[in-house]
C-alpha cells in the first residue's frame, strides 16, 4: 500500500477530505491513516456510511465488518477472485481490527 502520509503535500486533498469525514487523523498511527485514506481514494468512504459511522463512534472492530458487506466485494469473493477492490477492503478490514482496542503508544 502506497504511504500517503509520506507523500502528505502531494496528497493533501485526500487527506483533508479524510479529515471532514474522519475527523481530526493526525493522532492516528500511520497506517490507520493511510488506510483511512486510500478508502477515500477509492471511494468507499462517506459520512453517512455505517461503517464510517461506527468507526467515528469507536466501533472499528464492527466498522471493519460492516467494511465488508459491499455487494461488488461479496460477489467477488464468491467467484474465488481477487481484484484492487477486495485487496483493498481486506486490507482495510484488517487494519481496523487491529485498532480497535486503541493506538496505545504508536
Do not use: C
Request: aromatic content about 10%; proline content about 2%; glycine content about 8%.
Amino acid at each position: 500500500m502506497m504511504k500517503y502520509m509520506e507523500k502528505k503535500e502531494e496528497m493533501a486533498p485526500l487527506y483533508n477530505k479524510a479529515e471532514i469525514i474522519f475527523g481530526v487523523m493526525r493522532d492516528m498511527p500511520t497506517e490507520l491513516q493511510d488506510t483511512l485514506v486510500r478508502l477515500v481514494e477509492v471511494g468507499e468512504a462517506g459520512k453517512n456510511y455505517n461503517w464510517v459511522r461506527q468507526f467515528n463512534e469507536g466501533s472499528y472492530a464492527k466498522a471493519a465488518d460492516s467494511l465488508l458487506v459491499h455487494r461488488e466485494y461479496m460477489d467477488t469473493k464468491k467467484m474465488g477472485a481477487t481484484t484492487d477492490l477486495t485487496e483493498t477492503l481486506d486490507n482495510a478490514n484488517s487494519v481496523l481490527i487491529k485498532y480497535d482496542g486503541g493506538f496505545g503508544d504508536e
